[in-house]
Each structure stands twice: as structure tokens, then as C-alpha cells.
């Protein structure tokens, strides 16, 4: 299974965009790069997947390079309850949530 | 309502009472896991299952039993519990577990402790 790595923590302001990048050297050919969100004491909530380039929802976007061996998750215009932790998983079996980034937003 | 329950949400218990803590969902997912989360170490998957019948240990599964008779249940076993057993415990479940079907549905979580 790929490893991942991100940025422990981050804050930004209400009202900006967020980029939080995650790193995946190790990411196999069939791998799916999804991120989750999490409030403190909820369960982890599905937020965006996809496999190359871009995707977008009605939350987020996600970008991937070609060498897939990174993405970005993009938030636009975050507001306070944007506040959570984010992480992203890579794998085909047997999902491993790492530590994940604590995205904190400020007024 | 498509959701994911866990019972108990709260439980206290001593050491070496075994104890079930109970998942269903109401999704007709083939795949279910469970999970703990402790400060500093995020989630950790104990056990999953792509279906049922099948299971499978994840990376923390030594003190844990599951089983999965129904497509609906998967509870978690812990036959000895011990005071590390102490945690939150999550269980999810998606579609499947195949690679493009990742969207997992998570329970309100079960908060543990072992005295």
C-alpha cells in the first residue's frame, strides 16, 4: 500500500482558498487517491476521489499530476466550519487513514 | 435514512469482561471495516470485510475479532479487553471495496474505556 505524507497542520483565514498537497511516491497503477474530512469526535467524511488530472465537486477540487505521484486538494473559499482534520488515502485494498492535516481556519 | 448505527455509542467496562460492540447499516454494502482512532496516531483499520463470509485483519487487529454472517452486521469482539483497548472506535462501510468505489460510510463512533 502507498504511503502518504502531508502537512501536519495548516491555517489560513475565512474567505481564501486552501491547498493541501499530499505526497504518494509509492502510488501503484490501480491506486485511487481519495480525501476525507473529520470533526473531533465524528466519523470521517468523503470529500472528493479521482485517479489523474482534475476533479471537481460541489466541495472541492482535486488535481493530479501526471506522475500521479502527488495531489492537491483545493477548497475554495473556506469558511469556519471548514475547520477539521483532512486526509488522504491511497489504495486499492485494506484503506489506511494516516494522520491527516489539521486544516485550521481563522476569522 | 441511509446510515451506519453503532451500539453502544459510550461503554466502560473492566478488564477481561468480553464485550460486543454492534455495527449495521442499511446501505446493502458489500464492504464494512472497523476502525480506532487514538490522539497523535489517527485511524488505524482493525478489520474489514468485502463481504460476507470474508474477512480480513487490518493493521491493528491483535485483541479484536469480527464476523460477518449477515451482509447488514459486522460487529466487533473483544473477548479479553484490555486498558490499551481503550479508544474510538469507528465502523464504515461502501459500496464495495474495489478501487473506485472508496466512499466510505462512517458510523457515529463508540468511545471505549477499559479500567
Known amino acids: ?107 | 435514512e441511509a446510515q451506519v448505527t453503532q451500539n453502544p455509542r459510550y461503554l466502560i467496562t473492566v478488564t477481561g469482561k468480553k464485550l460486543t460492540v454492534t455495527c449495521s447499516q442499511n446501505m446493502n454494502h458489500e464492504y464494512m471495516s472497523w476502525y480506532r482512532q487514538d490522539p497523535g496516531l489517527g485511524l488505524r483499520q482493525i478489520y474489514y470485510s468485502m463481504n460476507v463470509e470474508v474477512t480480513d485483519k487490518g493493521d491493528v487487529p491483535e485483541g479484536y475479532k469480527v464476523s460477518r454472517k449477515e451482509k447488514r452486521n459486522f460487529p466487533l469482539i473483544l473477548e479479553s479487553p484490555s486498558p490499551n483497548q481503550t479508544s474510538l472506535y469507528f465502523c464504515a462501510s461502501s459500496l464495495s471495496g474495489t478501487v473506485d468505489s472508496y466512499e466510505q460510510y462512517f458510523g457515529p463512533g463508540t468511545r471505549l474505556t477499559v479500567t
Open chain 1, 1 to 107: 500500500l502507498a504511503k502518504t505524507t502531508q502537512p501536519i497542520s495548516m491555517d489560513s483565514y475565512e474567505g481564501q482558498e486552501v491547498n493541501i498537497t499530499c505526497s504518494h511516491n509509492n502510488i501503484a497503477t490501480n491506486d485511487y487517491i481519495t480525501w476525507y474530512q473529520q470533526f473531533p469526535s465524528q466519523g470521517p467524511r468523503f470529500i472528493i476521489q479521482g485517479y489523474k488530472t482534475k476533479v471537481t465537486n460541489e466541495v472541492a477540487s482535486l488535481f493530479i499530476p501526471a506522475d500521479r505521484k502527488s495531489s492537491t486538494l483545493s477548497l475554495p473559499r473556506v469558511s469556519l466550519s471548514d475547520t477539521a482534520v483532512y486526509y488522504c488515502l491511497v489504495g486499492d485494498f485494506g484503506i489506511i487513514f494516516g494522520k491527516g492535516t489539521r486544516l485550521h481556519i481563522l476569522p
